[in-house]
DNA sequence: TGTAATATCCTAGGAGTCCTAGGTTTTGGG
DNA sequence: CCCAAAACCTAGGACTCCTAGGATATTACA
């Protein structure tokens, strides 16, 4: 008998995937193990628990959203940096849903510090440097960014913009638009 | 033995209230029996399964929620009416958590046409007739406002605002002044 | 009031999930 | 070649969702 094969990193990968075939709150370490041909058991040689696949999948979605991002803003400034970094955002929670909304799960401190989160945070302030401003204000208008963003693509994916006829695609080049003119003109 | 009264609204209600407690998406047929005293399957008599505790609640909670948004705008323009709206959903989405989070299922045709969605829309309208908007800005705000709000409100809940000093409430009112001038000087 | 119909609740059980305990097989280094 | 560690297994307990079919309480109506 020829063995999977199981680590750590395969775990995570496969876990992923499966996430965003499934949903992430779908996530079973049932469904992983028959991934990998192997009973349920067998994958606690690996992982303390689901909770811990899950885990893994957060800090995974971090690290490539944090690498798609920088790639996409890289050069860019102003206007173009904007869309870019919202651009990244859409289009990997579209590509990942799963692993999308992996990233909300809290993460206790140290796994946090360990994470891409803070380059992904260093990016989201590089935005603001092309618009004038200073704290507390960057603080604020970082946060509205993110709030915009991440809630236009969670409200997209569970369907809030199919009722309208207007296209999404139309309205998210408008939020941008709204957004840049925002930073421009922040109150 | 005296029959423990279960029927539709009281399971809805408690459904919500046990959402609120322990999260959407731990919201299970189990707990919800132990918490009338009654066996798993007794509940089958009043509910085809979870998913349709689920979308009871999902319903009531979009009805509760344009009741309260109704309220709050009641007699405001403007900018107070936005504010209004917003504190409106910020504050549900606090005080009932499992309820806010139900209502991004995604409902079937004519199960939303039954709900008070509708209703919410109309109130969401109402906040752009203190704004000089037409079609198509109207819906790309609306969906801009939906997304801020929501946005904002989830990642509060998931404790994304709280690695930074700045009180979450300060950037919650910048916030709100951001998508006043947005709406005032639309792009 | 007595009885029939209905609504409510039950027991029993299958299937799936998470996870533990403890045993067996494979693999790679000495 | 042998043996220790790693990978995988079986067995099973606790929990969940749900179905089938039976018992009991409540209501309706004769």
């Known amino acids: 008998m020829v063995r999977a094969g199981v680590n750590a990193e395969r ?9 965003d075939e499934v949903g992430f709150d779908q996530l079973t370490v049932s469904a992983l193990a028959r991934r990998f041909g192997v009973k349920d058991a067998s994958l606690y040689s690996h992982v303390r628990n689901v909770r811990e696949v899950r885990t893994r999948v957060a800090v995974l979605a971090l690290a490539e959203l944090a690498d798609r991002v920088a790639a996409a803003m890289a050069g860019r400034a102003g206007r173009d940096a904007l869309a870019a970094f919202a651009d990244a955002h859409r289009d990997y929670a579209r590509r990942h849903p799963g692993r999308y909304t ?10 946090a510090a360990a994470s891409a989160a803070q380059r992904h945070s260093d990016l989201t302030r590089a935005i603001l440097r092309g618009y004038d401003l200073t704290e507390p204000a960057q603080t604020d208008a970082i946060r509205l960014l993110h709030s915009t963003i991440h809630g236009y693509v969670t409200l997209e994916a569970a369907g809030g913009f199919g009722h309208t006829a207007r296209p999404s695609e139309a309205s998210w080049i408008a ?5 840049h ?3 421009t003109n922040w109150p």
């Open 102 to 111: 992996a990233m909300l799960l809290p993460l206790d401190p140290e796994t």
């Open 11 to 19: 775990l995570t990968q496969a876990a992923a995937e499966l996430a």
């Open 181 to 183: 003119t925002l930073l």
């Open 175 to 179: 939020a941008l638009d709204a957004l």
